[in-house]
């Protein structure tokens, strides 16, 4: 209706739904849009590397269709990727208290972190960096020519209100071969391992928000997290893309230890990276060892026996792999870090994302700094992944107040006024409801 030029992408993973399929080509076909799929035959290992690293395999999905939907916005010189998320996403990821606690925040300032949280997101090392082209994250215009509107649905309409709509005015019929995700067929595959590894349900953060909003009852969203899941099923499809839960659980277990003969020593963090370009995540080791040498058998094999007795490992790996913070500022930032990355420790090789950081954490923790009197911004957290090379960026604010924690707001408790200001900085104040 806007005159705009659509050409619909779609990724078929290897386990999308027929029904959706159908769908897809039913609406699209009906509105004149454009359509095609896009695949990759590495999406077994890219599922893999996504439940073995997020115990889900929607973090490999998303990337996938990021990376190839960039790809074909550059082939055919499309300058705008529109996504749609839920409401509940939305809250998660976009409007999180510590963006307002230090200062106000102003809707460029928000789109220029999400940005710089894209662009480390693109450049960091997994499966989809391995197996598919991504050179041309590389170039700083490849986020110029091609830009993201990420469209979170946070209108007020109810579930039953949607299927009317999709009922009266496209041909869309609710896909009979899946289950609660309507998509994929593999869905149950990450709910299942998450269950097993995390102990809860990985979709329970995102409806969580649409119950405090209001878009749902609490009771029609717990039975929307209580899937029926076909074990037997589960397991056929773990074992056709080639993913064992066992092993992936003992693997967390277990210490991998690399002994190195070396010139000069390299940090732990430079090794993992050089590492990634030859070697799955699962056979990074977790602890590197320099030695003066390798002792050797009387045949010139490396005698491991002697190896272990020469080398104190637990010691050795606790002296190697881990650096203790030492500066004023390191220790600043460390106390920082393993508070809300909820680790019990941070040495200042330890990698933010390794930890598990990601866009909004970055933000969160530029924030405690502000709090606490100090100025950085969360794109230098992007690019400085290591206390030890974000430190020296830390500086502190002029006029800074007294340090202290920062009181959590509720945003069903907050004024009108209040509302509006932070409707305003997420460039929705001409939606005064929302």
């Known amino acids: 209706d806007l005159g705009v030029d659509i050409l619909a992408v779609t990724l078929d993973n290897g386990f999308l739904s027929e029904g959706a399929k159908q769908n897809i080509e039913r609406v699209t076909k009906m509105l004149g849009v454009d359509q095609r799929f896009v695949s990759t035959a590495s999406m077994n290992e890219i599922f893999v590397d996504s439940l073995r690293r997020y ?245 010139g094999k490396v005698d491991r026996d002697a190896l272990m007795k020469k080398v104190d490992v637990k010691s050795a790996q606790q002296r190697v792999d881990y650096r203790a913070p030492v500066t004023e500022g390191e220790l600043f930032l460390a106390e920082i870090w393993a508070d809300l990355l909820g680790v019990d420790r941070v040495g200042l090789d330890d990698n933010f994302y390794d930890l598990g950081g990601d866009s909004i954490m970055a933000i969160k923790i530029a924030s405690r700094a502000g709090v606490k009197g100090r100025v950085l911004s969360p794109e230098q957290i992007f690019r400085h992944q290591t206390i030890a090379e974000l430190a020296p960026f830390l500086q502190a604010r002029r006029n800074a107040p007294a340090a202290q924690e920062a009181k959590p707001f509720d945003l069903l408790q907050m004024d009108d006024d209040s509302l509006k200001a932070i409707a305003a900085a997420m460039g929705a104040a001409d939606r005064p409801s929302s």
């Open 55 to 299: 115990s889900n395999v929607c973090h490999g999905c998303f990337k996938t269709i990021y990376t190839l939907g960039v790809a074909t916005a550059l082939e055919t010189g499309t300058p705008l990727i529109v996504t749609g998320l839920s409401r509940g996403q939305f809250f998660e990821t976009r409007l999180t208290p510590d963006l307002f606690k230090d200062k106000p925040v102003t809707r460029d300032e928000i789109d220029h972190m999400v940005l710089e949280a894209r662009k480390a997101y693109h450049r960091t090392k997994d499966a989809v960096s391995n197996c598919l082209n991504v050179s041309f994250f590389k170039d700083e215009t490849t986020f110029e020519k091609v830009q993201f509107l990420d469209f979170y649905r946070y209108c007020d309409a109810t579930l039953d209100e949607i299927y009317d709509y999709l009922n009266q005015r496209l041909p869309w019929k609710r896909p009979a071969d899946t289950g609660r995700s309507s998509n994929c067929l593999i869905n149950d595959v990450g709910i299942y391992v998450h269950k097993a590894k995390e102990g809860y349900h990985n979709y329970a953060l995102p409806y969580s928000w649409d119950v405090r909003m209001g878009h749902k009852e609490r009771n029609a969203a717990v039975a929307e997290l209580e899937d029926e899941i076909d074990s037997a099923r589960v397991e056929k499809i773990m074992s056709e893309i080639g993913y064992d839960l066992q092993a992936d659980a003992a693997a967390q277990k277990a210490k991998l230890v690399a002994f190195i003969v070396a010139e000069k020593p390299f940090s732990p963090s430079e090794l993992r990276v050089e590492l990634l370009n030859y070697l799955p995540p699962e056979m990074i080791p977790s602890a590197f060892v320099h030695v003066d040498a390798l002792p050797m058998t009387e045949n």
